[in-house]
């Protein structure tokens, strides 16, 4: 609806000038350019926050208070960033660094251990917010102390609740140094905040789990759409733009009403299935032009 109205302003804007007869002050003209640019770049900031995914993959850490989520995250990271302590509930608020991951930029965030609060008490808010951006992860690895199996059934039970699918969660069992002998554990992966090795291996698996996440994402059709859209309505306000500076010359009339056409063109490619007639009705209605 606002690309039609826009559209609608740059038709007319492109009709004021290929008309012989001056029906409107370039004065006036560049107003109400100005205005379509400010409209397409709000349309722009809209269409990047709905999901063309120019925000990057977010991987959290998640699990029980003391589950070793904050040395894991130091380790991942390589510097102490998270505070780790023996007294469960240290980490209050997330706590995020941007990590490569084969190549791939994503944004790491440690956060305070799932827990369930009575109803209507602070925590229970702060737990909620939490929830809310757990259940927007991209990955959440259930971290568990590798002698509490049960630990990560709990932490599962939970984050079902949260509605995080099976499918963007790995299991990590942690402390892999304090794990009895000749117990096993069912993991994704083992690991350990100081074995190097231990924790490269569980880089490399989040390296393949990312590539996965990002090639489902960029197949994804309406990443597809929103992509073609951004990039039409990008072009359709480069050319506003250029007209906007070529406005005050006096021979550059034909050079506007062309820069004018290229953005109806590639508003009209973005608007589809809107028909020309709507388009021209919004002019009529909006500028009540008497043809
Ligand atoms: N032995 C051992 N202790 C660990 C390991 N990771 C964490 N810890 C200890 O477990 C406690 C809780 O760790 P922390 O990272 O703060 O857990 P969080 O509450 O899940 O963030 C701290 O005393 C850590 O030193 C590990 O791999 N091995
Ligand atoms: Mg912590």
């Known amino acids: 609806e ?37 409209q397409l770049r709000a349309i722009l900031d809209r269409l990047s926050a709905r999901g063309t995914r120019s925000r990057l ?14 040395s894991l995250f130091n380790a991942l990271v390589g510097r102490s960033r998270a505070i780790v302590s023996e007294q469960a509930g240290t980490t209050r608020d997330l706590v995020s660094a941007h990590v490569q991951l084969g190549g791939i930029e994503c944004v790491l965030a440690d956060t305070a251990g799932i827990e369930e609060w009575e109803e209507l008490s602070p925590r229970k808010l702060a737990q909620d917010q939490l929830n809310r951006s757990v259940a927007s992860a991209d990955l959440v690895l259930v971290c568990f102390d590798c002698r509490y199996p049960n630990d990560h ?24 140094d304090l794990m009895p002998q000749r117990v096993s554990v ?19 698996l989040l390296v393949q789990q990312i590539e996965r996440i990002q090639g489902e994402l960029q197949s994804d059709s309406l990443h597809r759409t929103m992509v073609r859209c951004s990039t039409l309505v990008s072009s359709a306000l480069a050319a506003i733009e250029r007209a906007l500076e070529l ?45």
């Open 2 to 38: 606002g690309l039609v109205e826009v559209a609608a302003h740059v038709e007319a804007a492109l009709d004021f000038v290929d008309e012989d007869i001056q029906f409107i002050e370039p004065q006036e003209l560049r107003i109400r350019l100005n205005d379509t640019v400010q």
């Open 57 to 70: 993959p977010q991987v959290m850490l998640v699990g029980l208070p003391n589950a070793g989520k904050s």
């Open 153 to 176: 059934a709990h932490a599962q039970q939970l984050l079902s609740k949260v509605g995080v699918q099976p499918q963007r969660q790995l299991a990590v069992a942690t402390k892999s």
């Open 186 to 204: 069912v993991a994704d992966a083992l690991t350990c905040h100081v074995d190097q090795q231990l924790v490269e291996e569980l880089r490399n």
């Open 247 to 291: 406005l005050g010359d006096p021979f550059g009339d034909e050079l506007v009403a062309s820069e004018l056409r290229h953005a109806i063109d590639e508003l009209s490619a973005v608007i589809g299935e809107v028909h020309s007639d709507d388009i021209l009705g919004e002019i009529f209605s909006r500028f009540c032009i008497g043809k």
